[in-house]
C-alpha cells in the first residue's frame, strides 16, 4: 500500500436552483478520479459542495419569503441527495455557511488586512449580479456581462480590495515554471493573455446587502463571495478551522476541476491568495466544457434548458448517464447533451457492446457448463493476442485517467470489449458446442471471455461502480475486494468458473422519453 495522497474538488455549486445535469458531470468526472486513485492505493480526499453567500441567494429568498438560510439549507440538501443518486463517492460537503468556514474566512481575510494584501478604497464600476462579478467599462461586451451577456448594473462603494495587480508576474512565472497547472492548454493561453492585458485589484468586499460573512473589524461589509468561495478548498482541509492535520496531509489539491468559465478565479485570483497566504499552489486546474442544448446554447437554470438529472438516472440508470457524459466529448470541449445522442451512445456501446457480450458470455457458460466450466481446457496459441492485449490495456487507462482524459479511457475499454466480441465471431463458440469432442476448447474460449470480463470489470468499476457490481455478482466475485493491479493478471478465476442468473445490463431504449427532454 502506497502512503500518496490525492485531492481533488469540484467547485463549490450555487444551491440557487435544481442542480442540473451540468453541474453532475463536474462531479461525476471528479467521482471517476477519486475512485480510480483509491483502486491504486491512494489516500484520497474528495470534495464538494455549496457556495451559500451573496445577492443572488438573497434575492431569491426574499421572493420566496424566506430568509437565505432556511432557502440554502433546503437548496443545499438537493445537491446532497443528487450525489447519493449518482453513487458519488466524496469525502467531505462543505457549506459556506458552515460555522468553522465562516471564522476561517475571516481569519484568512485579517490575515491578508494585516500584510497589506487586502486594503480599503473606492470602488465604481459593474456588478453582475448573477455572476456576483465586477467589471470595468472596458470588460463589458456590448454594455453586458462579458461571462453572461445580461444586464450590469452601476455600483460605487466604499470597499475592501485585493492586490491582485501586484501578482502578474509571479502568476506568469509560476504557470512557465508549472506548464500543466492550467488544462487543456487553450485555457491556459487564455489566462496568459488575461494576465499581460494587464490585472486589476479584486474588489473583496460589498455593503449593498448583506446576506455573506462580515469583514471582521468592519461589519457594514460583507467578504465578496468568491472570495468566501475559493478558500473553502482549505477551509474545509482544517485550515485556519481547527485541527489542520488535513491540511497538512493534502494541500496542494492535485486538481480542481472546474467548468471552463471558473478558469479566472482558480488560476489568476485563487493562486494569488494562495501566494499572499505563502502557501502552495495546486497542481492543476482543469476546466471542462460545456453541455449545450440541441440549439447549441449553454444550458443553465436561468435559460431554463437544462436536462433533470434525477428523471434520467431513473429512466436509464446511474452509470448510462456516468458514462455518456464522460465518454461523449473529450474532457475539455464542450458538448450536445440530446435525447438523439444519449439514445445513440445507449443503444450502440451500452446495449450492443458491453451489455451483448456480457449476456452472450453468460448464456452461454449456463447453457453449456451449468455446473462450471471443464477442468480439461484447450488454450490456443492465438489466444494469446487476446490475453495480452487485455493484460495490457489498464496501463492505457491509466495514462489517460492520471491525464483525465475520461473518453480516451472510456475508449481503450470499448476497444478490449470489442476485442472479445470479435474473438466469439472468430470462435464461434456455438459450432464448438455441437461437439462433445470440442468442450475442452469451448471451456478456454468461455475461460478467455470471462478474463476480459473480470478485467473490464476493475476498469469499469471507477466509471460505471453499479454495472461493474452487477457484472462481478453475476460472475460470483463480489465478495472479493476490487484491486487494481488484478486487471494486469491473466488466469485469476477459477478453472471450473460458473456464473449466477442475472438480468440484462442494458436493456435497448426503444422508445422517447418525451418529459426528460421536453427542451431539446
Ligand atoms: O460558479 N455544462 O457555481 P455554479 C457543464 N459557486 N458544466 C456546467 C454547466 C454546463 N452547462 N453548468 C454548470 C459557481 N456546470 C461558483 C463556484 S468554486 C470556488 C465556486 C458546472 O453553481 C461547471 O463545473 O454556477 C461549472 O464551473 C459549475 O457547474 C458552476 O456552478
Known sequence: MRNETFYVTTPIYYPSGDPHIGHSYCTVAADVVARYKRLRGFDVMFLTGTDEHGQKIETLAKEKNIDPKTFVDEMSLKFKKLW????????????????????????????????????????????????????????????????????????????????????????????????????????????????????????????????????PFDDKHVIYVWFDALVNYITALGYESGNNSDFKKFWPADVHFVGKEIVRFHAIIWPAILMALNLSIPKVVYGHGWWLSDNSSKMSKSKGNVVDPVLLCNDYGVDAVRYFLLKEVPFGSDGVFSFKLFLKRFNSDLANDLGNLFHRCSAMVE??????????????????????????????????????????????????????????????????????????????????????????????????????????????????????????????????????????????IEHKNKQVFSNL
Open 84 to 215: 447519493q443518486t449518482f453513487c458519488i463517492t466524496n469525502d467531505r460537503f462543505i457549506r459556506t455557511t458552515n460555522k468553522f468556514h465562516k471564522k476561517a474566512v475571516q481569519k484568512i481575510f485579517l490575515k491578508l488586512y494585516e500584510k497589506g494584501d487586502i486594503y480599503k478604497g473606492k470602488y465604481k464600476g459593474w456588478y453582475c449580479v448573477p455572476c456576483e462579478s465586477f467589471f470595468i467599462e472596458s470588460q463589458l461586451v456590448n454594455k453586458k456581462c462579458p461571462d453572461c451577456l445580461r444586464s450590469v448594473n452601476w455600483a460605487q462603494e466604499e470597499a475592501y480590495f485585493f492586490k491582485l495587480s501586484s501578482y502578474s508576474k509571479k502568476l506568469i512565472s509560476f504557470y512557465n515554471e508549472n506548464p500543466n497547472f492550467i488544462c487543456p492548454q487553450s485555457r491556459k493561453n487564455e489566462m496568459m493573455s488575461f494576465i499581460k492585458d494587464g490585472l486589476q485589484d479584486v474588489c473583496v468586499s460589498r455593503s449593498s446587502f448583506s446576506w455573506g460573512v462580515k469583514v
Open 367 to 508: 447453457k453449456y457448463f451449468p455446473n462450471g466450466l471443464l477442468d480439461e481446457q484447450e488454450p490456443l496459441k492465438h489466444d494469446d493476442s487476446l490475453k495480452n492485449f487485455a493484460k495490457s490495456t489498464s496501463t492505457l487507462v491509466e495514462k489517460n485517467l492520471d491525464s483525465f482524459q475520461f473518453s480516451f479511457a472510456l475508449s481503450n475499454i470499448w476497444e478490449l470489449i470489442s476485442s472479445c466480441n470479435r474473438y466469439i465471431e472468430d470462435e464461434k463458440p456455438w459450432d464448438l458446442a455441437k461437439d462433445q469432442k470440442k468442450h475442452p476448447r469451448l471451456a478456454s474460449v468461455l475461460y478467455n471471455l470471462f478474463e476480459c470480463l473480470r478485467i473490464i470489470s476493475i476498469m469499469l468499476s471507477a466509471f460505471m461502480p453499479k454495472s461493474a457490481m452487477t457484472i462481478r455478482k453475476q460472475m460470483l466475485l463480489d465478495d472479493k475486494p476490487i484491486i487494481w493491479e488484478d486487471s494486469k493478471n491473466w488466469g485469476l478465476l477459477f478453472k471450473k468458473f460458473s456464473i449466477a442468473k442475472g438480468n440484462a445490463l442494458f436493456p435497448r
